[in-house]
């Protein structure tokens, strides 16, 4: 089977990925390597068979190894899989582990095993980790902190939204028992007249678990000996029945105790709240009115700065209440024990903006620093309301053509409304073509039941009985309506708000500040912004990074503020270090003046998504001398 380098299956993939010829220019910036190693690679990967084809014209992949293609990618594909089943597997095991003993256990051949453990080592300098390999033995060393991070994102990995049960993942901890000591924790909390609440749970869970295992305990039969709490302390008195009723249950007894205990603490603090109403959960019986007030205006004013003025928070208003308020018992004490398995900065970047506005206030009013795991949760505790009052925004305006409109029109009509309540306007019924409005028969998209002898782009055929096959096909037309119409307002306002007084090509090292300090200081030259928004952009940037996916980065100032709604773009062809993971070439500097508030959202969310999809864009950036050219790449 043919091995691959990480760098030669990029290589590999890039130019799989290209519609077009890849030139070795573009591959020889790229990776930062000379052209005689690429050749060197490209020798590689063709030597048990020609992958690439290599002409005056560039490289390209040769369709007839199709299949050798496809087992190459596969076949890597499945060893950057497996690393994470090792990691998990090494990280779990209390000792180190022999490679006879991981060959076994995943039934692969030494040789195999060596190549799983190279694609595990390379995810493991992020958190300060190794694999060591001595005498025959693997294990991962580094610091504990390093570990427990790497579990948090091998778990997240496994479930991109919250955990619905923690037997999911009892594989994490094979050295405790699950159920019963999850059990025996929230049996604990409520002796003491506490609870967690419902949406907490299963996270707060994996936290105490992860303290409970990686926490090093020797298993001893003897009568224990109990640790007493010195404090009335309601935190602290628990962590110390938790570890005491385990030690009798179990005979786990903690080798840092002290240490123990105090890690459990924290992570009962701000997660466990005093029992009282909590049969009418989300409940917020112990807050007082005025706290419930300064929430509710804190969203009022949000909503009403991004335009988001069809949500009714006043639906989610408690749960909210109840979150901040464990939110700022955390944040207030430094105790951030949030579970950070959701991201919604890089999958829904709009809603996690609105939520860095949320948290800012919040910090502001309340006097305590929000960090990013934090905003995360405030973005999906308002996630789904947004995104509602957006797609009220998109909607698809739809004419139906029937021989019986009062019959099959209706029914495809209510099918439609009911299942696509807020994509689809159903705009009137006709007979045929002809009787058609011609604005309408140009803007919106016809569903037909008859087949009109002249069949315009914007018709959908479909069968009187309007089956599920028929809706299928419908609303993948209303999907690409709306994803075209959202692309084509995209395109108008780039056009309008970028130009070649704001648009700039350089090649000179700069700091993420310097970069910021530049773009901003020829808004002001231009007139476009006031003195101290470069600051304002700082602030916003402190609050969360605003590069995405090491590739492209969108500063912004949280105050829409600026005397002129504008783009400022810069390519740079020496990387701009922005954060530590993310070292990127393109930076977009949006100003947004007060009254164009909703052009925001459309262009935040639209530069986003389509820098994101067309990611074979970035392979050609140095190639990039004009406006014009950014345009062509980006946005055609």
Partial sequence: MLTLSQRQYEILSMINNSDSYVISDTLTEHFHITRRTLISDIKNINSQGTLILSSNRGYRITKENQDLLNEVLISHDKVEHNSDSLLKYLLTSRKAVSLDQLTDEFCVSSTTMIKYL?????????????IQRKKNLVTITGDEKGKRKLMENLIRRESPYFFSDIENFRSYFPNIDVGGIAGLVLNKIEEYGYYVPEFYEVNFLINVLVILSRNPFTIDLSAPTKSESVTKYPQRVIAHEIVNTIAVKYHMHYINLLETIRELEQALYGFIHPKGNENAVPTVHDLSDSFIRTIRKILEEVFAYYYLNTINYETFLNVFCLHVSELIKRCSNSMNFAPDNVS??????????????????????FQIRIPESEINLIAVHIGYSVEQAIAKASVCPIVILTENYQEEGKYIAQTLTRKLPSQVQILGFYHSLEDIPYRMLKECLIISTLQP?????????????????????????IMEYIRKKTNDEVHSLIS?????????????????????????????????????????VMERERLSATAFFNRFAIPHSNIQNANETRLYVMINKQDVLWNEDNSIKVVILILIKRQASDDFRKLYTG????LYHNSNAFSYINRIRSL?????????
């Fill in 118 to 130: 190279g694609a595990a080592g390379r995810q493991l300098s992020e958190y300060g980790l190794s």
């Fill in 344 to 365: 919604l900065r890089t999958r829904s970047p709009y809603i996690y903006e609105i939520a860095v506005s949320i948290s800012n206030r919040i910090a502001s009013t």
């Fill in 453 to 477: 002898e002249e069949t315009p782009a914007n018709i959908y055929v479909i069968s009187p009985f309007f089956s599920e096959n028929d809706f299928s096909y419908v609303s993948s037309g």
């Fill in 496 to 536: 309008s708000y970028l130009n070649d007084r704001t648009f700039f090509l350089l090649d000179r090292e700069m700091s993420k500040e310097e970069t910021i300090r530049y773009l901003c200081d020829k808004a002001l030259e231009n007139g476009d912004v006031n003195e101290g928004f470069y600051e304002q």
């Fill in 607 to 610: 530069i986003t998504e389509t």
């Fill in 628 to 636: 014009d050219d950014f345009i062509k790449l980006f946005f055609e």
